[in-house]
Nanobody, 122 residues
Framework: QVQLVESGGGLVQAGGSLRLSCAVS????????MGWFRQAPGKEREFVAA???????YYADSVKGRFTISRDGAKNTVYLQMNSLKPEDTAVYYC????????????????WGQGTQVTVSS
């Protein structure tokens, strides 16, 4: 089992920045691909970014150039640096983990955190 705990969400003005963290505990010895997803009210959960065990990164077109995903193996933590935030980035952000290769599909992920709220005011 793997446990994921997100932190770092909050309220920020448009154009501002936030850094989300996802602390990973449990069976951390396996090669997990990590992803960030988000879900706005009334919308489906959508892919934001993913990072492989070898640190290859993937981004949704809507966040490319503004968000950066990274991982610190020593700290068992995955980060999502979000810059130039827009009101449409407002959502609950979820961290997810899966064994094996990365995926942009939420259905492929095995473990999920509880989510952290990000609100961007205009």
């Amino acid at each position: 089992q793997v446990q994921l705990v997100e932190s770092g969400g909050g309220l920020v003005q448009a154009g501002g920045s936030l850094r989300l963290s996802c602390a990973v505990s449990g069976r951390t010895g396996r090669s997990y691909a990590m992803g960030w997803f988000r879900q706005a009210p009334g919308k489906e959960r959508e892919f934001v970014a993913a990072i492989s065990w070898s640190r290859d990164t993937y981004y949704a077109d809507s966040v490319k150039g503004r968000f950066t995903i990274s991982r610190d193996g020593a700290k068992n933590t995955v980060y999502l640096q979000m810059n130039s935030l827009k009101p449409e980035d407002t959502a609950v952000y979820y961290c997810a983990a899966k064994v094996g290769v990365t995926s942009t599909s939420a259905y492929q992920y095995d473990y999920w955190g509880q989510g952290t709220q990000v609100t961007v005011s205009s």
